[in-house]
Structures are given as structure tokens and as C-alpha cells.
């Protein structure tokens, strides 16, 4: 019986309550799926995005229109980028998100608390730092059937299934926020119409203050996480021997006490030999040893080498501060600031090869 | 002594099996505290606050003894309880001071649902104009009597459960680090986050006045204790999820830690799963709301003998007044801080009652009554 009474007017309200919000279907929005921002000078900051335009058909790769506007807020910027578009602009689909090297080295502060603060952006956007113009590597287009974003999201999941650490904003976030821990982002190069992975910017903050080289990021990978990926080559008496990475665990001890601690990172490396100049050299086992040993010295002088270079940055992306802050008691950000450049530091990788190939 | 002081008997077509306890007494704790209390409980005992879940769970599950005891001993809900125990004016009094608490929970409950729609999903939304229509809703709920909610209780706890896998995508980039060194804080600490996190267990306190509507009430027991324990746990493992997943310093800056773990969540068909999770959550909320508003209206009706549906108008309209003129995020806060304290107080006066009618039956046997 109440029903019978209610149930009008509730139906009447639910009709009228889809008025009540002003919204767009997807049709009548601009959706955009890459951003970037670029140093101008001092003050003035210009940002691209990449909106793209679906066609009827599903095969039809949509066309992508650029917006550029050049100002120095955030928001001046947002109402510009409006100020040229047709439809709404919005970033609940944003995908890949890049700032060019000068603005990464002047401060991208303001720039990641606006990105932790939307709530329409999602925790997985990929976020990167080039070596020149956004505007330029947003611009070109690199596949005769893939968009531009698609594109861009492709080669960093291809590479980071590969020798490059996973990075994405949250992960960036967790180091941003977090003590004794620095972030880190892929860094890109666009050189004549094409776009690569040259190494990871390594962050204190907002700053970039380090890049990692290509060729250091597989040993750098070794060091943060367990993979199974990439090939390394070294050089042994004249030859050329690369071996294939099939298993890579790595763990982080403490020695020593809170006031005087000494890290161990040790990684074990199970590998594959891929290349080798002479295979029959390969035959005895005592061979197989001299190279295990090879390639365990020459990661370990690598990896040593390479956090004595952050330490002396005083850029922490292995995350020591961090761990030494919950596996022996309360550190703050300053007090590790202090002690990070001089804290021992010791790398002891064990490569163990498994298999030679098929041939011998 | 079963003498059902001012005691009334509920018809068998109107009541709940004992069953049914689990789904009330889960479902009226779940509400939006979970959705972002695991800031809240970590600035007291920082990463260790897990265990204050553990401690709180334990206290309530202690509560919710001494509540059946009550209950038992004199055989009706609470306004009987407190009749027996203070009289008529001052046991009505009280009786009034609890249905304003029940109301004021089914308000934090509300204002602070619409809260999360304004910042996640429709910054532009019309607050008065949702909360009529979630009202009516919750009107047309309540009206139907207690068999009515307990449904939407069964299909909340049901509905909510899905979202509960969901945990699995954070935990699988999160750093179980974070969680070391464990038990670092120290028992003072430990028990202030057990007190912060009192708002996220309010509401199994509403069994003092569904109790006799349970059918078979020995039975029920086993039911509360399995739902305030159903509720522990999955307040443990969204704290611990959430821990691992944020460091320390890093949830600080995050408000709904719940909602913002969902964001990691990705499927093909559906980038982005938080409003999935939001509308879901919408479910959750709506026996919330109703519960409070029952028990909220039934206290008036058992006192004075009017109907119930007057009552609930009144309320409805409080309601609506009061989430409407509620309008920032420093006010919800403050709501929220406030009835988190208040539910705080109320809980702790269970004891007390239980402790007055332990001392009130050895007087009354002494005197021979």
C-alpha cells in the first residue's frame, strides 16, 4: 500500500535526477591521452596535449589533434588549452604524462602534487622525463596504425618487461612522499623522428639530479628488483661473451646497528650464455667457472660504482634510507640526508650459468 | 527472571531468524569509515595500528557480551532496560539521548557519503537534492519494518563482497617492509588508535533494540560474534593492505585510502574501477542509513506510543536540514571526529549499564522481589 503511494513519486524524482548534473557523453568531450610540458623560461611554462579523434570504424586508427599554450600557472595553462578546443577538455584518460629535462631540473614539485591531488587521474599513468622538446616527441608520428599514446605506452612496457625498473606515477608517489627514498622515471631522446629510452632520471623530490645510462640500467634493474630479462655483454681474454639474464633475486641486509649501518645488497643471477665468439673453448666446466666469476666482478664493480655515484648526489633511489628506517628504528629525512653520502655501502653478486645453448 | 519488565511481545510474522544477526550487526559497522580510516588509526601508533584493530575487535566483541547479558537478564530492549533501571523520567531521558545518537550516526554516515560523490565523481552535485532522494529511499526501507532492512543487509553484505579481491592488485607492487619494525608503539599509542577507530565498529550497539525481533535469541549469539568478527578481519586486512602499500609518509596525504587503492585496479573493459567501487559503496551505505533511522524512530514510538512513521518524518527532515547545511570538507571532518568520540562515550556507557543491573538484580533478590 505504501508503495502504491510512494512509487510515482520516487520514479518522477529518478527521471528528473539524471538533469540534475551537468554531463557529456564521450562524444562531446576532448579526451586527452598524452600530455607534456616544456621549460620556455624562468617563469613560463608551455604544455602539449595529444587529444585523438575516433573515427566510425573500429579498425580506423583515430587522428590526433595537438593543443599547445604557453603560460605560467598550471590553471592559465588548463583555460588555454580549453580557450583552443571545441569540446571540453578532459584527463580521465590521460595515459603518458612527459616534462622535459630543463623543467625536471628546475623543480616538478607543484606539477606532482597537482597529479596526486586529482582524482581523475589514475595511479597507473605513465610518467616520463625527455631530453628536449615534448612538444616534438608528442608531435611526430611514429606508427602508420597505432596512436601516438598507444605508441609511447608500448615502448615503456616492452622495455620494462626488459632491463628498465617498472615506474609509474604511484610508484613515483610512493617515493616522493616516502623517507630515506628517491624516485625515478624513464628518460627519453627524440633524434630525427624517432623516439628512444636513452636511461632513468633519478629524482631527489621534485629534481632531477642524475641520469642512469643505458647501459647501467640492467645492473640498476639487478639492484631494485627480482627479474628474469636482458642480456649483458662483457669483454674475457679478447672475447666477446654475453650471457642471458633468466632469474635475478636480489635482498637488502643491515649490518651493524642504527647509528652505523652497513648495507649488503646480494643478487643472485642465474644466466644463459647467448653469444661467444669461439664455442668450443666452451667445453670444460672450468671455463664455464672463469666466466660465472667474470661477470660477477664485473656487475659488482659496476653496481659499486654506480651507488658511489648517488651517494655522492645524495640521491637515494635504491631506497636504503628507507629500510634501515623500518628494519632498525625511527630515521628522519634530514638526519639520513646527513649520513647517506659516507653509510658503506656493499654489492655481492653471484652469477650462476645454467645452460650454454643448444650447441656446445 | 524473565519477568520482561514493561515488556511487549514482537508477532512471529515480524520477526528475523537468528541468522540474519551476522548480516545487521556487519553491515550496520561497514559503512564509510572504512573507507578511508586507515589514515585516521596510524597517526596514534603509526604502522603498528593493525593491532589496535585487534585490540578494538576484542572490545567489541566483549561489549556485545555484556550486551546479551543485558538483554537477557531483562528481557526486552533498551528502553525497557532503562525503565527498570532509572524509571520513567529519567530512563526516558536517556532513551531520547540514544535515539539523537542514532540519528546523528545515520548522518555522519550520509553527509559523509555525499562528500566522497562531490570530490570523486560530480564536483557540481546538488547535496540537498541527492540526500532527498537517498532518504526517500531509506524511507521507503524503513517503513517496511525490520524484515525490510534486514533484507538490504543481506544484499549489501553480498554486494560488498567482490570489492574485497580487489585488495589483491595493491598487494601485488606493495612493500611489506613498511610493516617492520612491528610492535614498535607503544601500549598508549596502540590504544589511542584503537579509540580512533572506534567510528569504523559503531553500530553493533543498535542489537539493544532489534533484539526482539530475533526469533531464536540463544541462537543469535553465535551470529553477532561472527559478524563483529567478520568485521575485524576485514578491517585487518584493509589496514595491512593499505600499509603495504602506502609508506607512512605517504598516506598521510591521502584521505580515502580505500578508494585510492582501487585506483590501481585495471581492466581492459574498465580503466578505472574507483567508481565502479563508489557506486558499489552506495549499496553499502544504504542499510546503514536505515538501521539508524529505524532504531532512531523506534525509541520515540516504544516511549509514546505514537507511530513510528511521524517520527521518521521529523527525523527525515533533520536529516535533510542538517547534510544540507553542512558544506565543507572541514565540518564532514569535524562530524566525523565528533560522532567518533560521542560513539566512543556511548559504548563505554555499556559497561556501566551492565555493572548497574549486575548490582540492581542482587538487590532486588536480597529484598526478595
Keep these: ?360 | 527472571m524473565n519477568d520482561a519488565k514493561g515488556g511487549f511481545n514482537v508477532p512471529e510474522n515480524l520477526m528475523v531468524t537468528s541468522t540474519m544477526t551476522f548480516f545487521l550487526v556487519h553491515s550496520m559497522q561497514v559503512g564509510v569509515g572504512m573507507l578511508g580510516f586507515e589514515k585516521y588509526i596510524a597517526e596514534g601508533a603509526g604502522y603498528d595500528a593493525w593491532i589496535s584493530i585487534l585490540v578494538a575487535g576484542i572490545a567489541v566483541h566483549l561489549l556485545l557480551w555484556m550486551i546479551y547479558r543485558l538483554l537477557q537478564d531483562c528481557g526486552g530492549d533498551l528502553v525497557s532496560i532503562h525503565n527498570f533501571l532509572f524509571g520513567k523520567y529519567l530512563g526516558g531521558l536517556l532513551n531520547l539521548v540514544f535515539s539523537v545518537y542514532f540519528l546523528l550516526l545515520s548522518l555522519t554516515v550520509l553527509r559523509t557519503f555525499v562528500e566522497v560523490i562531490q570530490v570523486w565523481v560530480f564536483p557540481q552535485l546538488n547535496v540537498w537534492l541527492f540526500a532527498l532522494v537517498y532518504l526517500l529511499l531509506a524511507y521507503y526501507f524503513v517503513i517496511g519494518g525490520l524484515r525490510v532492512i534486514t533484507g538490504m543487509c543481506l544484499l549489501s553484505v553480498m554486494l560488498g563482497l567482490p570489492l574485497l579481491f580487489f585488495k589483491f592488485f595493491p598487494l601485488q607492487i606493495g612493500d611489506v617492509n613498511n610493516l617492520y619494525p612491528m610492535i614498535d608503539a607503544s601500549v598508549s599509542e596502540i590504544l589511542s588508535s584503537a579509540k580512533t577507530s572506534t567510528l569504523s565498529f559503531l553500530g553493533f550497539e543498535l542489537l539493544l533494540l532489534f533484539y526482539p525481533f530475533i526469533k531464536d535469541q540463544k541462537a543469535s549469539k553465535k551470529w553477532a560474534h561472527f559478524g563483529v568478527f567478520y568485521t575485524t578481519m576485514i578491517y585487518l586486512v584493509s589496514a595491512i593492505v593499505a600499509f603495504i602499500y602506502y609508506n607512512e609518509d605517504q598516506l598521510q596525504h591521502i584521505t580515502w585510502a580505500t578508494i585510492s587503492l582501487w585506483k590501481i585496479v585495471d581492466f581492459p573493459f574498465l580503466q578505472r574501477f574507483e567508481y565502479m567501487g563508489i557506486g558499489l559503496w552506495a549499496y553499502v551505505v544504504l542499510p546503514n542509513i536505515c538501521l539508524g533511522l529505524w532504531a532512531a524512530s523506534r525509541i520515540p514510538k516504544r516511549m509514546f506510543k505514537i507511530k513510528q512513521k511521524y517520527v521518521l518524518w521529523l527525523y527525515l527532515v533533520i536529516l535533510l536540514v542538517i547534510s544540507s547545511l553542512i558544506d565543507n570538507r572541514r565540518t564532514i571532518d569535524a562530524l566525523n571526529t565528533f560522532t567518533n568520540q560521542v560513539g566512543f562515550y556511548f559504548l563505554l556507557y555499556i559497561p556501566v549499564l551492565f555493572i548497574l543491573m549486575f548490582i540492581m538484580k542482587k538487590v532486588r533478590y536480597r529484598h526478595g522481589i
Design chain 1, 1 to 360: 500500500m505504501e508503495f502504491k503511494k510512494l512509487s510515482p513519486i520516487i520514479l518522477a524524482i529518478t527521471v528528473f535526477l539524471t538533469g540534475c548534473i551537468p554531463h557529456q557523453s564521450v562524444e562531446e568531450v576532448s579526451l586527452v591521452s598524452l600530455s607534456g610540458c616544456d621549460y620556455v623560461d624562468e617563469e613560463l611554462t608551455e604544455c602539449t596535449v595529444a587529444i585523438p579523434h575516433y573515427g566510425r570504424s573500429k579498425e580506423e586508427v583515430p587522428t590526433e589533434q595537438y593543443l599547445s599554450y604557453t603560460a605560467k600557472t598550471m590553471k592559465e595553462i588548463d583555460n588555454g588549452l580549453e580557450s583552443k578546443s571545441p569540446r571540453p577538455i578532459r584527463m580521465g584518460k590521460l595515459s603518458v604524462a612527459l616534462y622535459d629535462e630543463d623543467l625536471a631540473i628546475k623543480d616538478l614539485s607543484d606539477i606532482i602534487d597537482m597529479l596526486a591531488r586529482d582524482p581523475h587521474i589514475g595511479r597507473d599513468v605513465q610518467l616520463g622525463i625527455v631530453g628536449g622538446k615534448t612538444k616534438k616527441v608528442i608531435g611526430t608520428k611514429y606508427s602508420e596504425n597505432q596512436t601516438t599514446a598507444d605508441y609511447l605506452l608500448g615502448l615503456v612496457e616492452q622495455n620494462e618487461r626488459n632491463i628498465f625498473p617498472k615506474t609509474n606515477l604511484h610508484r613515483f608517489l610512493y617515493a616522493y612522499y616516502g623517507r630515506g627514498i628517491d624516485g625515478y622515471l624513464p628518460y627519453f631522446l627524440w633524434e630525427e623522428g624517432e623516439v628512444r629510452m636513452e636511461g632513468l632520471a633519478l629524482f631527489k623530490g621534485g629534481k632531477f639530479v642524475h641520469l642512469v645510462t643505458n647501459d647501467e640500467v640492467l645492473t640498476f634493474k639487478m639492484m631494485v628488483q627480482n627479474f628474469n630479462q636482458g642480456v649483458q655483454a662483457i669483454e674475457l681474454d679478447g672475447e666477446e661473451v654475453a650471457m642471458e639474464n633468466i632469474g635475478s633475486k636480489v635482498k637488502y641486509k643491515i649490518e651493524g646497528n642504527k647509528d652505523n649501518p652497513k648495507f649488503v645488497i646480494s643478487v643472485k643471477m642465474n644466466g644463459v650464455i647467448s653469444e661467444i665468439s669461439d664455442l668450443n673453448i666452451l667445453e670444460t666446466n672450468k671455463r664455464v667457472k672463469k666466466i660465472e666469476a667474470a661477470f660477477s666482478s664485473f656487475f659488482e664493480k659496476k653496481s659499486k660504482n654506480m651507488v658511489a655515484q648517488f651517494q655522492e648526489k645524495n640521491v637515494d633511489p635504491l631506497g636504503l634510507g628507507h629500510l634501515l628506517h623500518h628494519r632498525k628504528g625511527e630515521i628522519t629525512q634530514e638526519e639520513w640526508n646527513m649520513r647517506y653520502p659516507d653509510v658503506p655501502v656493499d654489492v655481492q653478486v653471484t652469477v650462476d650459468i645454467i645452460q650454454t645453448g643448444i650447441s656446445s
